[in-house]
């Protein structure tokens, strides 16, 4: 990914919350010469300054199958924004477009055993909905096991990372704090949450 030096975000406390709150990510791999994609909800965390991902395709699914043999791409990549040339104090300019975005390369390893499948779902639960616990403790084990027949689940360990925040670094402030009020008004959800980058930043 193209990604300027203004706009590179190497923090990995930083980059790890965004994957953490952006989670639904698109998982790229070749399969028989062609890129194939898929999106899914990963939960990850930071183990010895490396990133873990866990996840799970369904076993209908055969990009499973290809995942071991290659470097994966994974991408998450969530609030973006138009950024109209109102804001600027100069009229000799032209629209452009603020997002964030964060790309991964990984290879896997296929979890095979029952209860190891069943400790990542859990962790998934856990992550994205902990009130969830209860009622999936209380389902039989011959239900859960049956539907976790269906899955295969995975782990990958990161290998590199490019994060770019292209929020209007190179703008002057007056243009800056312009955009971020005006997209702090939008009825748009993804166009508030640039605008509150915009503010942190």
Known sequence: MYI?????VTDLGEIINFIQKFSFGT???MVHGRPVASQLPFVSHLSDNKIILR??????NEQW?????QENLLIFQEPHAYISPKHYEKEQNVPTWN??????????RVVDSLEETKA??????????KD?????????ESYKSNMIQGIVAFEMEVSEIQAKKKISQNRSEKEQAQIAQALSQSTLSHERQIADYMKKK
Do not use: C, D, G, R
Request: charged share 10%.
């Open 120 to 129: 990542i779902l859990e962790e998934s639960i856990n992550f994205f909905e």
């Open 55 to 60: 996840a799970h395709f369904a076993k209908a």
């Open 132 to 140: 969830y616990q209860a009622q999936w403790a209380s389902l039989s």
């Open 4 to 8: 300027p030096a203004i706009n590179q």
């Open 99 to 108: 997002y964030m975005t964060v790309h991964m390369y990984a290879k896997a």
């Open 65 to 69: 199958k290809h995942l071991v043999a």
């Open 27 to 29: 998982i790229i791999s």
